[in-house]
Structure formats: structure tokens, C-alpha cells
């Protein structure tokens, strides 16, 4: 053997293993070869086989020295190794075009990917908007159930407010606010109340209907704003409250209850603040609220107005009765007033509450109303009365139930005309009460009436001295007067 031909098969050899290799590689790659590919995979396995029987033979020649035309198996070699870089290359060109529609599928996914992302981004803000308006109403009916509580606590309209003020101006992201009220007599925006306020300025604000930016949120029912007071044209008349509170932007609305202007509630900031639709719809509903718990509380003053004014009348209508029944016998004037007075003072003496002290008050003033029903014939005689006469005389009372009680306003105070000639004992009229039965007005006054009468000075008789008078009374304790009674009596005259 020549040494080309000794160097020639050690090259070989080297490429045989390679080649068995390759054969391994190929067998166990065989099962993830696409099906559109096995038979190229195939093809070349069986090339690589072919050149590893080529490589073998032509070791064969070299080494026995075998007479065969080398030239016929280099170019059989030669001819599969065309035929196999062919098939590598088209095996190549595959698996790039899959690796490019690989990129380019990866490519749109990542654009889809980023799309959606850019969607779930926009969705997720939306969401946190919707959250955050979701909260902000929930804030808003919370304040307006705070608000309602404080209209519903209190009818002091100053107080009422003080306080709609104080939850409403933070909830708006105000600086400060004022309630105006309208004087419906001189037509002017007044002051009402105020907070946030660093001065006192606000507290002068007198502006009339149609003037300056509270005027025309009035006069024109609507919600007036000045984003920049600053900036021309200036309508707003008060320019002391820029000076001392640097306020910026200007928000008034009128506070309207059953078609009234009763007033504006305006709000300052002292930066500049641009509403969105949402926070002025908050802003007219506070408003609302604003306007009823003004119309509530102004109602309640007519009516308290009124009804004292009406107390007052009935008052002075039972004073002029008692006056009037006086007069019928000028040697009693007086007597009503002070045994009204000594039965308060008694009855204040044992606790009784303020409302009934009323009626007891008007209780006394009507004690003798049923005798408007008794002829004068018998009301002045100035001698003993007989049997017929006195019969008469003991019907007052019930003339005064029948008088009083259809009036609806002096029946709680019937105890004292109908039962003050009742006895503890049971032997007073008009119907024989007896011990507790008896209202405890009545027995009061009943000593109170017995006092006054024998110390006051009769025109068929002189006035007892007081002495004489307590031992009397004491002596009709447990007969005519409750007895526990006469003892506080006499302790408190």
C-alpha cells in the first residue's frame, strides 16, 4: 500500500464514525419528523447508510489491493453526496420557512398580545373610574343621609346651618361656603351662615335680587359660577371677600322649596376649580337639601308664632270671662286672681308638670264660668237662699262642664270648675265624689277658694283674721279637704 493510499483510508476512517453517528442521530429523530417530511428524512438516512457501505468497500480496495475502477466509486460517492446535500438543503429551506411562519405567528401574537393589553388597560381604568365614581356616590348618599339627619334632629335653622355647611363644603373640595336667606319683604339676600371663612366679611352680605352672582343665581333659578374671579367682566359685587380671602373660583346656587327662592348657598376656592357634570349634579341635590330644612324650620317659627299667638288669645279670652263674671258682683273683684294664685302656687309646691299647671292656671280662672247660668235674681240675693234657689246655685258646675267641654282646647282644664265643690267625704255635688276620686286640682282649689273667701271682707261680713281662718280649714281636713293636702296648704300660704 502506497502512502497516498495509507492516507487516504485513515481519513476515511474518522468519516465513517461520523457517518454512524449521524445514522444514530437520524433513527432517534425519526419519530419527531412531520409526517409531510419522513420521506425525505428518510431518503437521507438511507444516503448516509449508502456512504458508510461506500467509505467500507473503498477501505476493502485500498487495503486488498483489489483491481476495481476507484473512479466508479468516488463518483457514485460523489453523486450521493449531491443528492444528499440536495435533500439537506430542501430539508433546510423547510425548516426556515417554518421558522420564519414561526416569527411571523409570534410576531402577530405578540401584537395581539400587546392589543389586548392596551384593551385590559383601558378596561381596568375604566373599572377604577367607575369604582371611584361608585364611591364618590356612595359618599354623596351617605352625606345626604348625614344631612337629612341633621334637618330631621334640630328645626334651629342657624344651627341646621351651621352643620349642612360644615358636612357639605369638605364633600364639594370647597375652601368655604354660606347660606344666604332671602328676606321675602325687602326681597335682599341676607346672611345665614357661614364656614371656612378666615374673616367676618361674609357675615355683612347684603345683595339684592338680579345683582351680582348670588343675585342672579336667585333671580334667574340656577347654579351661577365664576371659574376665575380675577378675570373681567366681574360680577361679583363683593371684592372685600377677595381681599381678605384670596378666593379664586365661585359656585352659587338657589335654594328653591315649592317653587320659592328661599335663599343661595355658595361656595369659594381658593384655587381654580372647573366642575364636571357629576359633582354639580351633587351640588343642586345639597341644595334641595338646603331648601327643605329652610322651609321646615321657617315653618315650624310660623307655627309656634301662631300657636302662641293663639294661646295668648285663648288666654286672654279666659281672663276676660273671669273679668267679666267679677264684674256681676263688684264685692268679689279680685277673688279669681288670688285663689288662681294660690292654687299655682300649691300645685307648683307639689310638683305637678308645667303642662298641666296650664290648665290648672285656666282651670281656676273658669272655676265659677257656670254661673253666667245663674239668675242674678239668685247670684246677687244678699239673704239666705231657699231650697229652690239653692238648688240652682248647686247646678254651676255641671252649667260649666256643659259650657267648657265641647271646647276642645279647655277640657284638660274642666277639673276645677265641674269638681271644686266636691267633698273628701262624699257629700259635695254635683256627683258625690269622694277621697281621690276627687282631681287633685279640684282639692286644691277648693282649700284655696275656702281661704280666700273667709279672709277677704263680704258685704255681710267681716274678713276672719288669719288664725282663725287656718283653724277652720284644719277643721275641715278629712271632711271637706284632703287632709294631706290642708297641711301643705297651710305650710305654703
Not at 359660577?225 to 359656585?251: A, C, G, H, M, V
Not at 280666700?452 to 276672719?464: K, N, P, V
Request: aromatic share 8%.
Amino acid at each position: 500500500m502506497t502512502p497516498s493510499q495509507l492516507l487516504s483510508t485513515m481519513l476515511v476512517i474518522p468519516g465513517i464514525i461520523f457517518l454512524l453517528a449521524a445514522v444514530r442521530l437520524c433513527v432517534q429523530t425519526r419519530r419527531q419528523v412531520p409526517l409531510a417530511l419522513a420521506w425525505k428524512w428518510q431518503a437521507m438516512t438511507g444516503l448516509v447508510v449508502f456512504f458508510i457501505v461506500g467509505y467500507l468497500f473503498f477501505i476493502v480496495i485500498q487495503i486488498r489491493q483489489l483491481l476495481f475502477p476507484v473512479e466508479i466509486v468516488t463518483g457514485l460517492i460523489f453523486f450521493g453526496g449531491s443528492l444528499f446535500v440536495f435533500l439537506v438543503i430542501g430539508l433546510a429551506r423547510l425548516t426556515l420557512d417554518k421558522v420564519q411562519n414561526a416569527d411571523r405567528e409570534i410576531i402577530q401574537t405578540n401584537i395581539s398580545l400587546v392589543q389586548k393589553n392596551r384593551e385590559l388597560e383601558k378596561e381596568i381604568t375604566a373599572r377604577l373610574e367607575a369604582e371611584g365614581r361608585a364611591r364618590a356616590r356612595l359618599q354623596h348618599l351617605s352625606t345626604l343621609h348625614g344631612i337629612d339627619l341633621v334637618i330631621n334632629s334640630s328645626l334651629d335653622l342657624r344651627l341646621t346651618m351651621k352643620l349642612f355647611l360644615e358636612q357639605t363644603v369638605p364633600q364639594l373640595g370647597m375652601d368655604a361656603g354660606a347660606i344666604l336667606l332671602l328676606n321675602s319683604h325687602t326681597q335682599i339676600l341676607e346672611h345665614g351662615a357661614d364656614w371656612g371663612f378666615e374673616g367676618k366679611g361674609i357675615r355683612q352680605t347684603r345683595v339684592r335680587l338680579g345683582e351680582g352672582a348670588a343675585g342672579i343665581a336667585a333671580s334667574e333659578r340656577r347654579v351661577f359660577n365664576l371659574i376665575d374671579l380675577t378675570e373681567p367682566p366681574d360680577l361679583f359685587i363683593r371684592q372685600e371677600l377677595l381681599k381678605e380671602e384670596k378666593f379664586i373660583s365661585y359656585y352659587a346656587v338657589p335654594l328653591l322649596a315649592k317653587g320659592q327662592v328661599k335663599g343661595v348657598f355658595e361656595i369659594f376656592c381658593r384655587r381654580r376649580f372647573e366642575a364636571e357634570p357629576e359633582w354639580l349634579d351633587f351640588f343642586e341635590a345639597l341644595a334641595i337639601q338646603a331648601a327643605m330644612a329652610i322651609d321646615n324650620a321657617t315653618l315650624f317659627r310660623k307655627f309656634q308664632e301662631s300657636n302662641i299667638e293663639l294661646t295668648l288669645a285663648y288666654d286672654t279670652t279666659i281672663e276676660g270671662w273671669a273679668k267679666a263674671l267679677e264684674l256681676r258682683d263688684s264685692e268679689t273683684e279680685g277673688h279669681t286672681q288670688r285663689v288662681t294664685e294660690l292654687t299655682m302656687k300649691v300645685a307648683c309646691a307639689l310638683g305637678i308638670h308645667e303642662e298641666e299647671l296650664d290648665h290648672v292656671r285656666r282651670g281656676a280662672l273658669l272655676h265659677d264660668i257656670g254661673k253666667m247660668a245663674v239668675p242674678d235674681t239668685i247670684l246677687l240675693n244678699t239673704g239666705p237662699l231657699n231650697e229652690e234657689e239653692q238648688q240652682i246655685m248647686r247646678r254651676h258646675p255641671g252649667f260649666a262642664f256643659e259650657l267648657l267641654s265641647p271646647i276642645h282646647y279647655l277640657r284638660p282644664a274642666l277639673d276645677i270648675p265641674y269638681c271644686h265643690h266636691e267633698h273628701w267625704d262624699g257629700t259635695g255635688y254635683p256627683r258625690g265624689l269622694q277621697g281621690a276620686q276627687i282631681p287633685l286640682a279640684a282639692r286644691i282649689f277648693a282649700i284655696a277658694d275656702t281661704w280666700d273667701a273667709l279672709i277677704s271682707a263680704r258685704r255681710y261680713r267681716e274678713a276672719w283674721p288669719e288664725a282663725k281662718v287656718r283653724e277652720h280649714i284644719r277643721s275641715l281636713a278629712g271632711s271637706h279637704f284632703d287632709p294631706d293636702l290642708v297641711d301643705i296648704f297651710l305650710a305654703t300660704v
